[in-house]
């Protein structure tokens, strides 16, 4: 299994980033495919996460008005645009693989991750 993740960067607050995950060697219909994200000092947690199959999209409260996840079948990549940004969102954010009972819980598989730096 494959999640190749890109579009980190630095912006500032207020600003907008867009991160993308290629995915690879799983079923992609089958996961709730997304994000999960840790910052320096803190626990990991779950951003974001989408299941293609049905279209259920799940989202981490602190986001949930700023970020939107959406998928690409045909591409097997999920896309995350990040809106209004914090810099409490800074962090490294990992392309992940869940349970899509279990969403944006403990990933059953994820990739290296992007770093998302929000600074003035």
């Known amino acids: 299994v494959q999640l190749q993740a890109s579009g980190g960067g630095l912006v500032q607050p207020g600003g907008s980033l867009r991160l993308s995950c290629a995915a690879s060697g799983l079923t992609f219909d089958d996961y709730c495919i997304g994000w999960i994200r840790q910052a320096p000092g803190k626990e990991r947690e779950g951003v974001a996460c989408?299941?293609?199959?049905?279209?259920?999209?799940y989202y981490e409260t602190s986001v949930k008005a700023r970020f939107t996840i959406s998928s690409d079948t045909a591409r097997n990549t999920v896309y995350l645009q990040m809106n209004s940004l914090r810099p409490e969102d800074t962090a490294i954010y990992y392309c992940?693989?869940?349970?899509?009972?279990?969403?944006?819980?403990?990933?059953?598989?994820w990739g290296k991750g992007t770093l998302v730096t929000v600074s003035s």
């Open positions: 989408i299941v293609s199959g049905d279209g259920n999209t």
């Open positions: 992940a693989a869940m349970d899509p009972y279990y969403p944006l819980e403990d990933p059953d598989y």
